[in-house]
């Protein structure tokens, strides 16, 4: 794979100001020489020292294409590992496709999604954790997306998987030896000793896999359901919190059918905000279906905001708490009293005693008149219980490497009963080695070309 030169637009797709053109392989410089004409000078990029940067022109025969500057790296000292050439264009997309010709036309081929970042991988410039983390970064939209990738990027991840497969191998060298020395009856650790590694393994696995939950919410958005009957004002509220008009208002009951969900960012984490279909007894068809998806949501949410008009409180309270409350027992669930501003102080408060036995979370709000929703983005943040930015807690966010984790759990839980059963050291040997197995899965230590097929094809082409 890596004896080809490879290119690509390593800039946005369009038109810009100035656009990147990539260019990595054995043939890098010298097929680069054959385009590019320094301004002043009659040297060949081929003698030029690494991370050096030339302004100069590409031409076709005598014709200019462009003025460039050419900046070079090479191997091993550059993204790639091998020798790197880019060019920095005008943004035109005539220009781009022109010089992107040339070098196909002078021996180059296109690189394929993610092509680059594999060869960092393929020659040892990142583990495939850290590769996995580019396009994570570059697909960041938060500033904890964007923490946690830079972290992921720069080894976090690695670094802890590295110390837990130090500590298996070991665990797992001390177990072998044992069943070398089987007939003499050696002990190389005793069991208590083995049992605490085991325990203290078990613990770290764990954290890893339960971050997950947090790592993925981060990564995708906070999910949020807003619930509670027709007319309440979900809809204004949906509005007012991403600031823009995306759900339809009216007074018209069971108006939303369907469920509308965008997202916005509180605090430096994404939310994602979903306005559900009314909660009410209809024969309408289509308006049960949105309900039904209603609950869904209220399921698939971290959060639910059950949304109350405090206007019009009625006797459909109860039964509004009995499909709404056993839904969130493992979420926090929020009411807030909607239309403040027309109700008084006394009102407010008969309605947060009314409502205590729900929740112990309750804000009176204005979705119309914009009142207290500052008071409740900072709810929110608290809430949805998120690390400071600034911790350098190893947080999982990759589906992949959760589920590696959670097969290495079993495995390292597997040792765990074993010690406590008494059993051979060869079913112990086999769970460990199995446990270090799905650990450089992660990293790439342990891994197919269909695997890294799947991982890079997501990628854009250029990166």
């Given at each position: 794979m890596n004896k080809e030169t490879i290119c690509a637009i390593a800039t946005a797709p369009g038109a810009g100001a100035i656009a990147v053109i990539r260019l990595s392989g054995a043939q890098a410089f010298p097929i680069a020489d054959q385009l590019f004409r320094p301004a002043g000078k009659d040297k060949s990029l081929i003698?030029?020292?690494?991370?050096?940067?030339?302004?100069?022109?590409?031409?076709?025969?005598?014709?200019?294409?462009?003025?460039?500057?050419?900046?070079?790296?090479?191997?091993?000292?550059?993204f790639t590992g091998e020798d790197v050439v880019e060019f920095?264009?005008?943004?035109?997309?005539?220009?781009?496709?022109?010089?992107?010709?040339l070098l196909l036309e002078a021996g180059c081929r296109m690189a394929e999604p993610g092509e680059f970042t594999r060869r960092a991988f393929a020659n040892g410039k990142m583990d495939l954790a850290q590769a996995e983390a580019v396009a994570d970064l570059i697909a960041s939209t938060s500033a904890a997306n964007h923490r946690l990738a830079m972290q992921q990027?720069?080894?976090?991840?690695?670094?802890?998987?590295?110390?837990?497969?130090?500590?298996?191998?070991?665990?797992?060298s001390l177990i072998e030896l044992e069943l070398d020395f089987s007939e003499e009856e050696v002990e190389f650790a005793d069991r208590k000793a083995l049992l605490e590694r085991s325990v203290n393994l078990e613990k770290s696995l764990r954290k890893l896999t339960d971050s997950f939950r947090l790592g993925n919410a981060i990564k995708n958005g906070i999910p949020v359901a807003i619930v509670g009957e027709t007319n309440a004002g979900k809809s204004t509220l949906l509005n007012r919190l991403l600031n823009?008009?995306?759900?339809?208002?009216?007074n018209i009951h069971g108006t939303t059918r369907d469920v509308i969900e965008d997202t916005t960012h509180i605090g430096g984490f994404t939310f994602r905000f979903i306005d559900t279909a009314g909660i009410r007894e209809t024969q309408d068809q289509i308006e049960?279906?949105?309900?039904?998806?209603?609950?869904?949501?209220?399921?698939?949410?971290?959060?639910?905001?059950?949304?109350?008009?405090a206007t019009c409180v009625n006797e459909h309270i109860e039964w509004m708490?009995?499909?709404?409350?056993?839904?969130?027992?493992?979420?926090?669930?929020?009411?807030?009293?909607?239309?403040?501003?027309?109700?008084?102080?006394?009102?407010?408060?008969?309605?947060?005693?009314?409502?205590?036995?729900?929740?112990?979370?309750?804000?009176?709000?204005?979705?119309?008149?914009?009142?207290?929703?500052?008071?409740?983005?900072?709810?929110?943040?608290?809430?949805?219980?998120?690390?400071?930015?600034?911790?350098?807690?190893?947080?999982?966010?990759?589906?992949?490497?959760?589920?590696?984790?959670?097969?290495?759990?079993?495995?390292i839980q597997r040792v765990h009963q074993g010690l406590l059963d008494q059993q051979s050291g060869e079913f112990l040997s086999q769970d460990l080695r199995e446990c270090i197995h799905y650990l450089g899965q992660i990293t790439g230590t342990i891994t197919t070309d269909e695997v890294l097929g799947n991982i890079f094809q997501h990628f854009c082409i250029g990166k």
């Open positions: 003698t030029q020292e690494s991370h050096t940067a030339l302004f100069g022109r590409i031409v076709e025969k005598e014709t200019i294409v462009d003025e460039v500057v050419a900046t070079l790296f090479r191997n091993p000292h550059s920095s264009c005008h943004g035109s997309t005539y220009i781009q496709q022109k010089i992107i010709r990027m720069r080894g976090g991840v690695s670094k802890e998987l590295g110390r837990l497969r130090a500590d298996l191998l070991h665990f797992v823009e008009e995306k759900a339809i208002v009216s049960q279906l949105g309900i039904e998806r209603t609950y869904q949501k209220i399921e698939q949410a971290s959060i639910v905001l059950w949304l109350i008009d708490a009995n499909r709404i409350v056993p839904r969130t027992q493992d979420k926090t669930l929020m009411v807030l009293f909607n239309k403040m501003d027309k109700i008084s102080k006394d009102e407010q408060k008969v309605l947060d005693q009314l409502f205590l036995p729900y929740s112990k979370h309750r804000l009176h709000i204005s979705a119309k008149q914009n009142q207290n929703l500052d008071v409740l983005r900072a709810l929110l943040l608290e809430r949805a219980g998120l690390p400071d930015l600034h911790r350098q807690d190893v947080v999982i966010t990759n589906l992949r490497h959760y589920e590696a984790l959670s097969a290495a759990l079993e495995a």
